[in-house]
């Protein structure tokens, strides 16, 4: 052919290795992605045959990481964000100072300078964007409690990342590298002879512009531009409006402001949810966001030397030790100083047993500037490699791991129900609200509204809510709220369901329903339980377990119209 075919024969190759090693995965119950890491292996520059184009393959990876960030974004409301704050801010930084440290440590141990140990250390401290939404939505998980806490805990890491590879370049030289221009970057920052604190005031003015420009432009533009799309009729033009607000939003902001592409995308999907048409956006979207992750894992497996497995096998395994074991231990353990349930921490700190884009950036301009050798970048690409493929199985143990740990641990089950003054309800609650009520699990968007609708019709509400910003308050409102998970038969005791007329389980993750309808009916067999379900399957088996009134999301919405519509026919026509 006459012209270049590079990207063509890259998506090809990409695509069509994927889907086999990715099916083989499948067929050996491995995760698919392990096989898409595999095939990036085998089209890569370090094993012989075809070499796709490593750098076409990372844009495209690029692309895959904003389109996946925008539909977090469409599920991930800012009263979400500044729910999670005072565990997801402090959590985040503490995590990356612990995370930072390890890799440090190391690092000076095996002789490394301070520039080369601390480039290692923050490269290791920031989980995959990628991975975790992955993984958080193949659960169900995403708009969950945990989910939300283990999102905006990426978030906060997302903005550390974007102060530190503004500020490393200024760095350089204090910690025995160069100054260099690095690809991918501000060449205004690699080049300023300004002091740090002066670097570090301009980036947070940065950010601060960006963000006040989404909140107070973003929020007004985005949903006003989606109903005139919307207006004409056209799914393709609907379609092509949200990819390409998401990819001109972010890399504008990459370009005017200094924000990566993915944080830019997540506000252009925050700011689009403010929009009617925020659910259809997330739908059409989701073919491309798919299909774009993918060619992410292949990415990653391209880069990747497995010649650093034989050369380094014990660095190799002290990378993976820190990412997956130190990460995970210094994440449950904040989650849980911090007051939350174990279930919470063990989610959290799982979530975060991983690294990835961010960690090839930030290795790239360590070893652009001089700090970190060549072998620091392979071993945390190894390190990357092998955490991705191994998180989704720490994913898949999780639950059996927490009733492990609650049946045979004493302490376990203490974190779960310590001496926390938001578990109890407080001694000033009304004893004729704790007789014939609502408990009313989860208060969200949907509870939220549930509660609302009770409190007016004058029936008394106890929530049981797993977010301790939202407890807190319910109770500065005066409304009865203990803190925990509700699958837990304690918090249900706390609840008084022994004496409560209903159990209305409202939250996004319906995983723990069963546990839920059975303590409930051990402490009151005569309560009445009714679940919110999200699809036909699910609400299929719950229905089959008869845990109770299960209302699927359409089904519901359907009936009320209904009923609506018959209630305004019958009265026309009776009158």
Known sequence: MPHNVSLISTIAAGFGLALVFGYGAARLKLPPLVGYLLAGIVIGPATPGFVADVDLAGQLAEIGVMLLMLGVGLHFSLQDLLAVRRIAVPGAIAQIAVATALGLGTAQLWGWDLGASLVFGLALSVASTVVLLRALEARGVLESVNGQIAVGWLVVEDLVMVLVLVLLPALAPLLGGTVTEAPGHA????????????????????VAAFVALMLVVGRRVFPRLLW????????????????????????????????????????????MRESQFSHRAADESLPLRDAFSVLFFVSVGMLFDPRILLAEPLRVLAVVAIVMIGKTLAAVVLVVALRYPLNSALTVGVSLAQIGEFSFILAGLGVALKLLPAEGQSLVLAGALISIALNPLLFSALQPMQDWLRARSALARRLERRDDPLAELPMSTDPAQLAGQVVLVGHG??????????????LPVVVAEQN????????????????????DPAVLVQAHTARAAMLVVATPDTLDVRKMAEAARTLNPAIE???????????????????????????????????????????????
Not at 242 to 271: E, H, N, P, R, T
Not at 558 to 574: D, F, I
Request: glycine share 12%; with cysteine.
């Open 187 to 206: 060449a205004g920052a690699a080049r300023s002879t300004q002091g740090v604190w002066t670097t570090l005031g301009i980036t947070l003015a940065k």
């Open 228 to 271: 005139l799309v919307a207006r004409t009729g056209s799914r393709e033009l609907f379609t092509l409006c949200v990819i390409a607000g998401a990819v001109s939003v972010a890399y504008g902001s990459a370009k005017l402001f200094d924000v990566s592409f993915a944080l830019g995308a997540f506000f252009a999907g925050m700011m």
């Open 445 to 458: 968007r949907v509870g939220r509204q549930i509660a609302q609708a009770l409190r007016a019709a004058g």
């Open 468 to 487: 301790r910003e939202i407890v807190e308050a319910l109770r500065e409102q005066g409304v009865p709220a203990v803190s925990g998970d509700a699958s």
């Open 529 to 575: 339980v009714v679940v919110r379900s999200h699809n036909e399957e699910e609400a299929a088996l719950l229905e089959r377990d008869r845990v109770g009134t299960v209302l699927l999301g359409e089904r519901a919405l359907a009936q009320a119209m209904a009923a609506h519509v018959l209630t305004r026919v019958g009265r026309a026509a009776g009158g």
